[in-house]
Nanobody, 123 residues
Framework: VQLQACGGGLVQSGGSVRLSCAAS????????MGWFRQAPGKEREFVAG????????YYADSVKGRFTISRDNVENTVYLQMNSLKPEDTAVYYC?????????????????WGQGTLVTVSS
């Protein structure tokens, strides 16, 4: 599967951004989807994941209650709605796919990655 992420940009603290990740190739519904982020000088970290049927979700504690992951299995797209953004949310955000039924937080378990989109939150 090929992944194409978009939607990043510059936003003020407290603002909102919606990221999208369009998938092409093999059947989208065979993949658990995740969003990860990597800030300058830091390791890539898990942000949110969603199961194949769009029912199960899991969030990092740092974004719980502020971010929402969703997916459209007709449009083959996964979204990350980010609200109440903070400067510490500044990072390159990546979407990823893993051929499984289980949402995992380890980036090494994801088989496919998008190119990343930069979100910058100004204070």
């Amino acid at each position: 599967v090929q992944l194409q992420a978009c939607g990043g940009g510059l936003v003020q603290s407290g603002g909102s951004v919606r990221l999208s990740c369009a998938a092409s190739g093999r059947s989208f519904t065979t993949y658990v989807m995740g969003w990860f982020r990597q800030a300058p000088g830091k390791e890539r970290e898990f942000v949110a994941g969603i199961g194949r049927g769009a029912v199960s979700t899991y969030y990092a504690d740092s974004v719980k209650g502020r971010f929402t992951i969703s997916r459209d299995n007709v449009e083959n797209t996964v979204y990350l709605q980010m609200n109440s953004l903070k400067p510490e949310d500044t990072a390159v955000y990546y979407c990823a796919a893993r051929s499984s039924t289980v949402i995992l937080v380890n980036s090494r378990t994801y088989n496919y990655w998008g190119q990343g989109t930069l979100v910058t939150v100004s204070s």
